[in-house]
């Protein structure tokens, strides 16, 4: 393909090079990536400076005609592109070509594609000064970047055949690319969705989170079965997807006294004197949109030291002295959710959460006065903040700071931009997982906050008071403050107190935030509160995960068009009787199983059939997500099976259970859980007798790379939280989208999916949530009857049949003498029924592939650019901005020739008339 013309404008002076602009918008578009964008007529951008004749202004133009062209997408181009990286970046030659050096020149070879787009997205958006959205997520869980990207750009074959030809395999090259450890679970996963959706829909977003540098944790499982954390060295071979921005760092300040100053005689100032400063140095990671040329990014910040090294103290011999202020400002980003069982962890929590969140308000603000002339009253047309749950909330009296300290705002005017310009989703309906923050804390750390916050829960209390007089108990219950010992300030009321849209991301997880965790500010603030179901997109979770079902849908479909418009799928369904697509699919079913086979005997040494019934639980280990149900069902499943004849042994379902997912370094009960599954395989797995009919897997450190193997390959996929725990669920959607049978819980939005595929199509048992409390009452009163088979797994394990004592009394302690609060025994019988009901339906391939199709069919809603679209429509008013560049000869150098060829003619009348006068 041929090269394409990039524009050239007339020179502009800005003053930030990680967004300044650098061409002009463009007019029309002929794009090389793309099968689909549209040729749209675009207005030519604002110029904000007239051509200069100076040495700067000839030098600038000349830097602008070198960059006028875009990198060409050929396969010759390609390869030249890495060559060179080879060579000129990495320093290596053809000798010491190998897949490592191939995958580190070829992700920096597509990152120049995407620091082109990306640039010239960030330059049209400059000159349109739309809104903007601002996405802040402690976790961005992006995984692998090099397939997302070629995918997104159309580039994927290109790639392919350019590394052929030099000796590689894209797919192998694919393996060498470790997942970004920037999360753990949904959450992050959740924020990297949305920025590929926002990317695709074009909306003007930039993405604020940590770049940590060991992550959460490695997982490993030791020779024990037990959970075993390491450090995630995944920037050991370096990130070639981040763009350091050594030039924007912004101080960081904690800890000191706040003190009142009097300006002119009258206006009062708080001033705060902080005794510590560390310093936040961005990092930018491109995102580029799918079937666009709009590339949006990621900014992650990291610690830096305000002073690197103390010579005094190195010279004096006191050597760790000289170094121990760096020290204690890297930690703050080292590791993603430091175990905060301990005080020392709890305080680099709050440092890590101000750390990011004074680091983003600064860069917003940065980017909001760059233009001329603008009032700070503009704000919440210019900026919607979105707080991915309470982790960011500290943003909130940030800004209120700022506006009043630095900007000199009086209260109620800075209050009011706050209150326009946040939003908060909230992802929890369980009280203690709502964040609360020591007052002696806060204080010692952040003085002037705490001092904001006092302030904001005085004015609240009034509002309180004026709604519901002399009412301590509702006074008590909206309260920032937690009248506890120790005093904890509620963050969740605060996000609540302060934002203009407070959404839940499932339907009946804002049903649960407006009766259960809110009542009273719903009361007070009906209009705030809305519902946004979650979403995932498409483009990784189907196109990049599962190449054997995409070549289906294409053909079925007729187009890939539903990779961006998911409701397509709808066309499935009258197709889901067809024998012909029941081969098919049950073929693309089995690769994906045989894939997942081999990843399974490379983790754990277990040889797995891939024509059994593949049942998978994956996600983060946590009792309210029952991964105990799963287990001690399958200690029953085995003890029934146990109890047959061999004959009768024969006739029951194949079945590979499997299991993945991170316990929290200091989450006791959840390590226990890992220990009990791992106890339950070494029994199961080595019992001759048994053979291939049950297996049990643990895969060790589940992440996004393993998912995309292990989502396409399930047959069932569970579920399974206690009724009204689960906020929405993302992974239940993933499995689905691929064909995947849900085994689940009145939950969450596997209530959405059974409504969207039909009740018919999916597996459910267990409790609904307004009978849960009612339960919870009568489990701590013993009142709840328990099934026989219940007993019978419990007594298995007090005997000791699947473990120590030491290993299985904690876990007995939580399920008996009223502690099961998340209600197994209750749910127990109706689980085993629901196991029984789908060993029934796999035994009819027809029904069973009709019912995966169908389930595929009905995931058009839960993209989650349906979900983005909402947020722009109920919470940002955001408009979208689409970027084209143009093709040919650019279009300033054409308004440039014609104005000299007038110029001439003019000067050649002017003197043909002198002459001639």
């Given at each position: 393909m041929g090269e394409h013309s990039r524009i050239v404008p007339l020179p502009i002076l800005v003053e930030d090079t990680s967004e300044t602009p650098t061409r002009s918008p463009p007019t029309r578009a002929e794009p090389y990536r793309f099968r689909r964008v549209s040729h749209t007529e675009f207005k030519p951008g604002r110029v904000h400076r007239t051509k200069s004749f100076s040495l700067q202004g000839?030098?600038?133009?000349?830097?602008?005609?070198?960059?006028?062209?875009?990198?060409?997408?050929?396969?010759?181009?390609?390869?030249?592109?890495?060559?060179?990286?080879?060579e000129y970046t990495l320093a290596r030659t053809r000798y010491n070509f190998d897949k490592l050096g191939a995958y580190q020149a070829t992700a920096l070879s597509v990152r120049d594609r995407l620091i082109e787009a990306w640039n010239d997205t960030q330059q049209y958006f400059y000159n349109e000064d739309p809104k903007r959205v601002y996405y802040l997520?402690?976790?961005?869980?992006?995984?692998?970047?090099?397939?997302?990207?070629?995918?997104?750009?159309?580039?994927?074959?290109?790639?392919?055949?350019?590394?052929?030809?030099?000796?590689?395999?894209?797919?192998?090259?694919?393996?060498?690319?470790?997942?970004?450890?920037?999360?753990?679970?949904?959450?992050?996963r959740l924020a990297a969705c949305f920025m590929d959706s926002l990317a695709t829909l074009n909306y003007p977003a930039w993405g604020y989170g940590i770049r940590y540098e060991y992550g959460m944790f490695e997982q490993r499982i030791d020779d024990q079965g037990y959970q075993a954390e390491q450090p995630d060295y995944w920037l050991n071979f370096g990130n070639p997807w981040e763009i350091a921005r050594l030039d924007v760092l912004f101080p960081v300040r904690f800890g000191g006294a706040v003190t009142r100053t009097s300006f002119y005689g009258k206006k009062?100032?708080?001033?705060?004197?902080?005794?510590?400063?560390?310093?936040?140095?961005?990092?930018?990671?491109?995102?580029?949109?799918?079937?666009?040329y709009n590339t949006i990014n990621i900014r992650l910040w990291s610690a830096k030291p305000a002073k690197e090294f103390d010579l005094s103290k190195f010279n004096k011999g006191d050597y760790l002295q000289a170094i121990e202020a760096r020290q204690n400002a890297e930690n703050i980003s080292r590791v993603l959710y430091p175990?905060?069982?301990?005080?020392?962890?709890?305080?680099?929590?709050?440092?890590?959460?101000?750390?990011?969140?004074?680091?983003?308000?600064?860069?917003?603000?940065?980017?909001?006065?760059?233009?001329?002339?603008?009032?700070?009253?503009?704000?919440?047309?210019?900026?919607?903040?979105?707080?991915?749950?309470?982790?960011?909330?500290?943003?909130?009296?940030?800004l209120q700071r700022i506006l009043m300290d630095e900007e000199g705002l009086e209260w109620a005017d800075a209050w009011d931009l706050v209150s326009r310009t946040f939003a908060y989703t909230n992802h929890t309906v369980l009280p203690e997982a709502i964040e609360k923050w020591s007052v002696d804390l806060l204080s010692q750390l952040l003085p002037r906050h705490m001092s904001i916050i006092y302030e904001i829960n005085f004015r609240l209390m009034e509002d309180v008071e004026k709604m519901w007089p002399h009412n301590w108990d509702m006074m008590s219950k909206q309260s920032l403050i937690e009248e506890s010992f120790p005093k904890q300030v509620r963050m969740g009321n605060l996000c609540v107190t302060a934002c203009h849209k407070v959404n839940g991301v499932a339907e009946i997880h804002s049903k649960l935030v407006k009766d259960q965790l809110f009542p009273g500010f719903h009361q007070m603030w009906p209009d705030k509160f809305t519902n946004v179901t979650n979403g995932v997109t498409p483009r990784r979770w189907l196109a990049q995960s599962n190449s054997f079902l995409m070549s289906i849908l294409i053909k079925w479909l007729g187009s890939d068009t539903f990779v961006k418009n998911l409701s397509e799928l709808e066309g499935l369904r009258e197709y889901a009787s067809d024998p012909e697509l029941h081969r098919e699919w049950a073929s693309a079913k089995l690769d994906c199983k045989r894939r997942l086979a081999t990843l399974i005997a490379a983790k754990?040494?277990?040889?797995?059939?891939?024509?059994?019934?593949?049942?998978?639980?994956?996600?983060?280990?946590?009792?309210?997500?029952?991964?105990?149900?799963?287990?001690?069902?399958?200690?029953?499943?085995?003890?029934?099976?146990?109890?047959?004849?061999?004959?009768?042994?024969?006739?029951?379902?194949?079945?590979?259970?499997?299991?993945?997912?991170?316990?929290?370094?200091?989450?006791?009960?959840?390590?226990?859980?890992?220990?009990?599954?791992n106890s339950v395989a070494d029994v199961v797995n080595n019992d001759p007798s048994i053979g291939h009919l049950l297996k049990v897997v643990f895969i060790p450190n589940y992440n996004v790379s393993?998912?995309?193997?292990?989502?396409?390959?399930?047959?069932?996929?569970?579920?399974?939280?206690?009724?009204?725990?689960?906020?929405?669920?993302?992974?239940?959607?993933?499995?689905?989208?691929?064909?995947?049978?849900?085994?689940?819980?009145?939950?969450?939005?596997?209530?959405?999916?059974?409504?969207?595929?039909?009740?018919?199509?999916?597996?459910?048992?267990?409790?609904?949530?307004?009978?849960?409390?009612?339960?919870?009452?009568?489990?701590?009163?013993?009142?709840?009857?328990?099934d026989k088979r219940?007993?019978?797994?419990?007594?298995?394990?007090?005997?000791?049949?699947?473990?120590?004592?030491?290993?299985?009394?904690?876990?007995?302690?939580?399920?008996?003498?009223?502690?099961?609060?998340?209600?197994?025994?209750?749910?127990?019988?109706?689980?085993?029924?629901?196991?029984?009901?789908?060993?029934?339906?796999?035994?009819?391939?027809?029904?069973?592939?009709?019912?995966?199709?169908?389930?595929?069919?009905?995931?058009?809603?839960?993209?989650?650019?349906?979900?983005?679209?909402?947020?722009?429509?109920?919470v940002w008013e955001a408009q979208t901005y689409t970027f084209t560049p143009t093709t040919g000869t650019c279009e300033v150098h054409h308004h440039q020739a014609c104005l000299f060829v007038c110029v001439c003619l003019c000067v050649c009348v002017w003197v043909a008339v002198f002459v001639c006068g």
């Open positions: 000839d030098r600038t133009e000349k830097l602008w005609q070198l960059m006028a062209t875009y990198l060409a997408g050929d396969v010759q181009s390609i390869q030249r592109s890495i060559v060179n990286h080879i997520s402690l976790e961005f869980l992006v995984g692998r970047t090099l397939q997302n990207a070629l995918c997104n750009l159309d580039l994927e074959e290109g790639y392919r055949k350019a590394l052929y030809e030099l000796g590689f395999s894209l797919e192998e090259l694919y393996d060498e690319e470790g997942d970004a450890a920037l999360g753990n679970g949904g959450l992050g009062t100032r708080c001033v705060w004197e902080c005794d510590e400063t560390v310093r936040a140095m961005a990092h930018d990671v491109p995102i580029p949109g799918y079937d666009t175990n905060d069982n301990v005080s020392a962890g709890k305080e680099l929590r709050l440092r890590q959460q101000y750390f990011f969140v004074s680091a983003t308000i600064q860069d917003i603000l940065r980017r909001f006065f760059k233009q001329d002339r603008r009032s700070i009253s503009q704000l919440p047309h210019k900026a919607a903040i979105q707080l991915n749950d309470t982790h960011p909330s500290l943003a909130i009296p940030e754990t040494k277990l040889v797995v059939d891939p024509n059994s019934l593949f049942d998978i639980h994956v996600k983060r280990i946590h009792e309210y997500k029952r991964q105990l149900m799963n287990i001690l069902g399958v200690i029953h499943r085995y003890q029934y099976m146990k109890s047959l004849s061999f004959s009768e042994r024969d006739m029951m379902v194949p079945r590979v259970v499997i299991f993945g997912g991170k316990a929290a370094p200091g989450y006791f009960i959840a390590k226990k859980v890992i220990k009990l599954i393993s998912a995309q193997i292990i989502i396409p390959a399930s047959d069932i996929s569970q579920h399974i939280s206690t009724a009204g725990t689960e906020a929405s669920g993302t992974g239940n959607m993933k499995f689905t989208l691929n064909g995947g049978i849900i085994l689940g819980t009145h939950d969450g939005a596997n209530i959405e999916i059974y409504e969207q595929v039909g009740p018919e199509n999916m597996f459910t048992f267990g409790v609904t949530a307004d009978k849960v409390e009612e339960l919870r009452f009568n489990e701590r009163h013993r009142r709840n009857p328990k219940w007993s019978e797994v419990l007594d298995s394990l007090r005997r000791g049949d699947f473990g120590s004592a030491a290993d299985v009394d904690p876990i007995l302690e939580g399920l008996e003498n009223g502690h099961d609060n998340y209600l197994l025994g209750v749910d127990f019988a109706s689980y085993i029924e629901a196991q029984t009901k789908i060993d029934k339906v796999w035994r009819n391939k027809s029904k069973w592939l009709r019912m995966s199709i169908l389930n595929t069919a009905g995931m058009g809603k839960f993209s989650s650019d349906r979900s983005i679209t909402e947020y722009a429509k109920k």
